[in-house]
């Protein structure tokens, strides 16, 4: 007893308090900036060298539904116009709004509907779908759990059967085997629900938008609610972007 | 034997690799196996040409591989089954059969790996069933109750004991394999990252010294000193995350969460070194992209402090719980001779008593010259299986703090050549949780035509399996956490 007492004290007081204005380390790859800079000419090495084909150019924009954070952009850009920042705040109720050009400074989420808010304001649990997830993204997600992100005191939980869930959060790119298994436990889940997608593989098949081994249609036919870009998302990112759709503090 | 012998890392040429015969090709292997090699390979060298397979056997005692290969005739691609007498070939053969249409003969337990619904020997493949009064069937996933992997588990229980459990896995084929021959170099390292995200370091790691040895690039010791680090780091936070499930899964909440916050701490240490809290982005051809600097050193040393005074009260209290070792000791024993049999591997393999470490036995980068040492405990149970993470823990840190403080200088990167014309490569690493190899072969051209990748969960989930029989059902979790496998670097 005296030594479970001891390790309590041990472990201080690591929660993160205040998760809109935490700070991340300044090598953190999280929202892309894109200056307001002319391109050489002609060059399109972004375009080339994106491993996932997130960027277009003449404006530059970077998808992040598409974007794997990798640095490879940025190192490739003669001119500077591409450097990622260590800006967290990235997730969003639309697609649209994933793709960042010149002046793009935050990414916002639009407020759910009323109706949402009040059913799932207060609790809302979640039922998560690996569907080819590669454990990035399941990893991020328990750290949601974890002493320094708590994401319980917000009402959030993660639950282990779809019929207690309000909605389902899916993880990589649905793989032709997890695509019936993702249908059914959709179906399981009681009216009203809602769905996150996690991570570039499930926003848009990330690196795996290549594979033939991947089966997407779910996502074609049912509305998705919230995005969650990165690869993996930083626990912030997903804390952030549910508290700003629940309009939370 | 009749065979190519080579070293981990070590390029050849694929003209060099004698092609048997069907019968000098199956005695030659066996041969190999009753000398004690352990295979990790069994599949064409050109994927294209289905009816020419090697194999490729290791020999933990003279740290060589042994690569034999068979020509086939094209219109009977088949051979007499080694898994009778060596289990460990078992699903080697399996992955065979169902990737290039091979029927090896007598085999013991012909299932899929990865494709669902696959007719095997002509008809659809069952279940093994326990029949009896009062047996019964637990049938479970691929959805878990947890933020987890999928895969099917199926129990065979009388009463509370089970009696055997059939892991079904597949659910996360996304194709590594096939689309690591038609992407380009950009898209290679990104993909090697995503083969399991709980061993990016390991994998990539794996993949970029396979293309280093193909393109013959000297790597700086300044960048292999920081990817052994980096690769410690990864061990380390893996492990506390392992041994934090455990803790959870018998109760010790106090421990489990202490455990959690020291994983912050070091995957925190990494994203400061390269900006992702897994490893993402650290690893290119030719070296590595982030360098240790006075800011960043003093950072990661500080949280590593930390991490070592906590991390052995945190153990002290675990591994003196009687509640916790109750449950841990000769729970889910799995022993060194079947251990053997079947080819464990990694940190399961050690926690039954076999002595190996790819680090030790197949030395590669720093390992080379800054050795670690091998750990082993002899009981295979639960407890083995956690009490070794605690030691690799304290033994990952030593290396670590030793490093770094240490620090050759020197360029971090190399620049990179093109890939030698029909040669060949194995690259073993030992991630967290065991052996991880890559192989590749490249045609006239130098393009790579095949790319093989064995994770150790690949070995080790029949590990599992047998680890369950005659154990409670309620111990699963537990024992499942104590294997700590990965669904996706199976399913590939």
Redesign the interface.
């Known amino acids: 007893m005296i030594?479970?007492i001891?390790?309590?004290i041990?472990?201080g007081d690591?929660i993160i308090h205040d998760v809109r204005n935490a700070s991340?380390?300044k090598?953190?790859?999280g929202l892309p900036v894109i200056e307001n800079k002319s391109c050489a000419n002609e060059c399109s090495r972004c375009v080339e060298?994106?491993?996932?084909n997130a960027i277009s150019i003449n404006p530059v924009k970077i998808d992040l539904g598409l974007c794997?954070?990798?640095?490879?952009c940025e190192e490739a850009c003669p001119g500077k116009v591409i450097h990622?920042t260590n800006e967290y705040k990235i997730a969003s109720d639309s697609r649209e709004s994933l793709i960042v050009t010149n002046g793009t400074n935050t990414i916002s989420v639009e407020k759910a509907s009323e109706k949402i808010r009040s059913y799932f304001g207060r609790s809302l649990k979640l039922r998560?779908?690996?569907?080819?997830?590669?454990?990035?993204?399941?990893?991020?997600?328990?750290?949601l759990s974890?002493?320094?992100f708590d994401i319980g005191r917000y009402g959030i939980e993660?639950v282990?059967?779809p019929r207690h869930a309000d909605g389902i959060v899916i993880t990589?790119?649905i793989?032709?085997?997890?695509a019936k298994?993702t249908e059914i436990?959709y179906d399981a889940v009681p009216y009203p629900k809602i769905i996150i997608l996690i991570g570039t593989?499930a926003i848009s098949g990330?690196?795996?938008q290549?594979?033939?081994?991947?089966q997407r249609k779910f996502l074609e036919e049912n509305k998705i609610d919230l995005f969650i870009p990165g690869?993996?998302p930083?626990p912030l990112t997903f804390i952030h972007g549910l508290l700003d759709w629940l309009d939370k503090k | 034997m009749i065979s190519l012998q080579v070293q981990n890392n070590q390029p050849f040429r694929i003209d060099e690799i004698p092609f048997l015969n069907k019968s000098d090709f199956v005695d030659s292997v066996s041969e190999g196996l009753s000398n004690g090699f352990r295979m990790i390979g069994l599949f064409p060298a050109d994927k294209n040409v289905t009816h020419k397979i090697i194999s490729l056997l290791i020999d933990p005692d003279f740290s060589s591989i042994h690569i034999t290969g068979g020509e086939f005739p094209k219109d009977k691609l088949e051979f007499e089954s080694f898994a009778n007498q060596y289990p460990q070939t078992n699903y080697f053969e399996c992955e065979l059969a169902e990737n290039y249409g091979y029927e090896p003969i007598g085999h013991p337990w012909l299932r899929p790996v990865r494709k669902q619904n696959i007719i095997l020997g002509n008809k659809p493949y069952q279940f093994y069933k326990l029949e009896g009064d009062e047996v019964h069937e637990v049938a479970v996933g691929p959805i878990h109750a947890g933020v987890i992997e999928p895969g099917h588990f199926r129990f065979q229980c009388h009463g509370e004991l089970v009696y055997h459990l059939e892991i079904n896995l597949g659910y996360q084929h996304r194709g590594v394999e096939a689309m690591m021959l038609d992407t380009k170099n950009n898209q290679r390292v990104v993909l090697s990252e995503s083969i399991t995200g709980d061993t990016v370091i390991g994998h990539t790691y794996a993949h970029c010294s396979v293309i280093e040895s193909l393109t013959d690039t000297q790597i700086s010791l300044r960048a292999q000193v920081i990817r052994s680090v980096a690769e410690e780091f990864e061990r380390i936070a893996m492990h506390l995350s392992g041994l934090g499930g455990v803790a959870n899964d018998v109760g010790l909440a106090i421990v489990s969460s202490s455990y959690g916050r020291l994983r912050t701490l070091v995957i925190n240490s990494l994203a400061l070194l390269c900006g992702s809290r897994f490893g993402r982005g650290l690893f290119i051809y030719g070296g590595v992209r982030f360098d240790f600097n006075d800011e960043n050193v003093k950072q990661i040393i500080s949280n590593l402090e930390i991490v070592r005074k906590d991390v052995s009260a945190i153990n002290k209290f675990l591994f003196s719980s009687t509640g916790a070792l109750t449950r841990f000791e000769n729970t889910g024993i799995v022993n060194k001779d079947i251990a053997q049999q079947i080819g464990l591997v990694g940190m399961a393999a050690r926690s039954s008593g076999i002595e190996t470490d790819a680090r030790i036995n197949y030395p590669y980068g720093a390992y080379r010259y800054f050795p670690v040492s091998l750990i082993t405990l002899p009981s295979g149970d639960v407890f083995a299986r956690a009490r070794l993470r605690a030691l690799e823990i304290d033994e990952s840190l030593r290396f670590i703090f030793e490093q770094m403080e240490n620090l050759s200088d020197g360029e971090i990167k190399s620049d990179v050549g093109s890939a030698n014309p029909r040669s060949g490569i194995v690259s073993i690493v030992e991630g967290w949780r065991g052996e991880i190899v890559h192989i590749a072969f490249t045609d006239s051209e130098g393009k790579i035509i095949q790319y093989k990748i064995k994770d150790p969960s690949f070995n080790n989930w029949y590990g599992l399996s047998l680890a369950l029989r005659k154990t409670a059902i309620s111990d699963f979790p537990l024992c499942n956490k104590s294997f700590d496998l990965s669904y996706a670097g199976h399913d590939l």
């Open positions: 030594d479970a001891k390790l309590r041990l472990q690591p991340l380390p090598l953190f790859r060298i994106c491993p996932t794997v954070f990798c640095p490879l990622f998560q779908i690996s569907a080819g997830g590669c454990n990035g993204c399941e990893l991020e997600l328990n750290a974890n002493v320094n993660f282990a059967s990589g790119p793989t032709q085997n997890m298994a436990c593989c990330g690196i795996f290549y594979s033939e081994e991947t690869c993996p930083h």
